[in-house]
């Protein structure tokens, strides 16, 4: 009799695995709670700096164009950089030849060189077509679409 009543107040192997997963439960419940509080807390400092935000950029084009007014030229667009006869399609293969495993879309392209998607894909069409270094992919629907590498 002696003996059951030791095991009946000592914990066994599975009382004991039981406390090990309630204590993995309850880790994992604080780890979702505190997943929930760093959302919240996300989503009230971006609802909280956005206004910031536009209204600093706002300013900004407020002073490019003054500045420009008062030094008498011509306002100043700092979306896209005009590239100069030749520049871009230098730009162009530079970019695909520092990564010539990888295939780009215009729309990657002008991004990296920080101009407009069009002016890529026009100078494609007009120039990259007939250069032998650069191998155009057709891509999407129809075969509509291209990306473009270094061959």
């Given at each position: 009799m002696s003996a059951i009543r030791k095991d009946i107040g000592s914990p066994d192997k599975y009382d004991l695995f039981i406390q090990k997963i309630d204590y993995f439960q309850s880790l994992?419940?604080?780890k979702k709670n505190l997943q929930e509080k760093i959302s919240e807390i996300r989503t009230e400092f971006n609802e909280k700096i956005r206004p910031l935000e536009d209204?600093?950029?706002t300013i900004i084009r407020k002073?490019?164009?003054n500045l420009s007014?008062?030094?008498g030229s011509a306002p100043v667009q700092s979306s896209s950089p005009k590239f100069g006869r030749g520049?871009?399609?230098a730009s162009i293969k530079d970019l695909l030849r520092s990564n010539p495993?990888?295939?780009f879309k215009p729309r990657d392209i002008a991004e990296v060189l920080n101009t407009k998607g069009t002016a890529v894909?026009?100078?494609f069409n007009k120039y990259g077509l007939a250069d032998s270094e650069i191998e155009r992919i057709p891509a999407g629907k129809e075969g509509k679409r291209f990306v473009y590498k270094i061959k």
């Open positions: 994992v419940e604080e209204e600093l950029s002073l490019e164009t007014k008062l030094e520049e871009l399609g495993e990888k295939t894909s026009l100078w």
